[in-house]
């Protein structure tokens, strides 16, 4: 079972956690003679948050070697059904980062969240429309059982989907369902499709045996996956220097992932209970760009989240400033040349 949790296992987790604390005894230790010794390097914890899939493999590299380590970041990996419940522990100061797509961080933003965004993470096409082979074209949508996360990534790139192929959105069932619901909703023959990520996109093809498949054209024609790296304002300000250690891990991490794909696809593998060989084959089908990089291009992808989120009645008046919430000096220090436009 992959090593994901709902907001609900993460509040139970959380207290049982705080009880075995509090009811842990104090233990008397003989004192042993010093050594002499250089002191050890002071590590900073951080608990990094996202949604349990590939797109955060850079996370489970960090956590899986000494890479956070080795740049002062004693690193927690907490994995959730999908990224923006990450985002909410860190706004209630239980996780330092978090990384989702653009329209989450507008909804928290609306909710008084003070974040900053000092790197982009993750740029793929890893969303995908896995649907039955009787449909073959996007207008063979039309009259379609479509099942996906209301308010997620997957929503948001659906509907630029249908609106790109002049498809009214009104003409499409579209479901709610929950990612680990998808694949045996599909296969029992309740929904005709589903938008979502691998490994769920792999899954259904193979369930599906024959029955379904990935259209052509997809997602990718009218909306790419960015991730952000998101932290508490407060939280970055009083720990700048970790704020740009975490960076330079991430970078370095994806150096890892270029030169070692092999021990990579163990390290992800072993995180989200899948075989290695499986994640390797999906790794490449995706094609993930784990780039760490701050481009100010980001600032129109906002804007049009932010006129979709108006057409959705979830968006009234002015939306946030949300070049305030850019932070483009923290990846500055490291490689000016990351930072494009600010």
């Not at 909703?185 to 929904?191: E, P, R, S, T, V």
């Not at 938008?195 to 997602?219: D, F, Q, R, T």
């Not at 209970?273 to 760009?289: Q, R």
């Amino acid at each position: 079972m992959r090593q994901s949790m709902s907001r609900r296992r993460f509040l139970q987790k959380l207290s049982l956690g705080v009880g075995a604390v509090a009811t842990c005894g104090t233990g008397i230790i003989t004192p042993q003679p010093a050594r002499a010794q250089q002191p050890a390097r002071q590590l900073t914890k951080v608990r990094f948050t996202g949604g349990a899939n590939l797109g955060n493999t850079p996370l489970y590299v960090g956590e899986g070697t000494d890479i956070f380590r080795k740049h002062g970041i004693d690193g927690t990996v907490m994995l959730f059904d999908v990224g923006f419940l990450g985002a909410e522990a860190v706004i209630a100061g239980h996780a330092e980062t978090a990384s989702t797509v653009e329209f989450p961080v507008f909804n928290l933003l609306l909710k008084g969240a003070d974040l900053i965004i000092p790197a982009i993470k993750i740029t793929s096409d890893d969303l995908k429309i896995v649907a039955l082979k009787t449909i073959q074209k996007p207008e063979d949508l039309v009259g379609k059982r479509v099942g996906y996360i209301f308010g997620s990534s997957a929503h948001y790139a659906f509907d630029r989907y249908l609106a790109k192929f002049g498809i009214p959105r009104d003409k499409i069932k579209a479901i709610n369902v929950p990612a680990a619901e998808q694949v045996a909703l599909m296969a029992k023959g309740d929904i005709d499709a589903f938008v979502w990520l691998e490994p769920s996109i792999s899954k259904g093809l193979e369930v599906m045996a024959g029955k379904a498949h990935v259209i052509s054209p997809n997602i990718e024609t009218a909306y790419m996956t960015r991730d952000y790296v998101e932290m508490s304002r407060a939280w970055a300000e009083k720990n700048p220097e970790v704020v740009v250690n975490v960076l330079r891990a991430l970078i370095e991490c994806n150096e890892f992932i270029k030169r070692e794909p092999k021990r990579t696809a163990e390290i992800a593998g072993r995180k989200l209970n899948l075989p290695p060989e499986h994640v390797s084959d999906m790794l490449k089908k995706v094609g993930f760009n784990y780039d760490i990089h701050l481009d100010a291009a980001a600032i129109q992808v906002f804007n049009d989240v932010a006129a979709w989120l108006k057409e959705q009645g979830r968006l009234s008046g002015n939306p946030p400033d949300i070049r305030r919430v850019f932070a483009p000096e923290y990846l500055r220090k490291i490689d000016p040349a990351r930072v494009r436009g600010f």
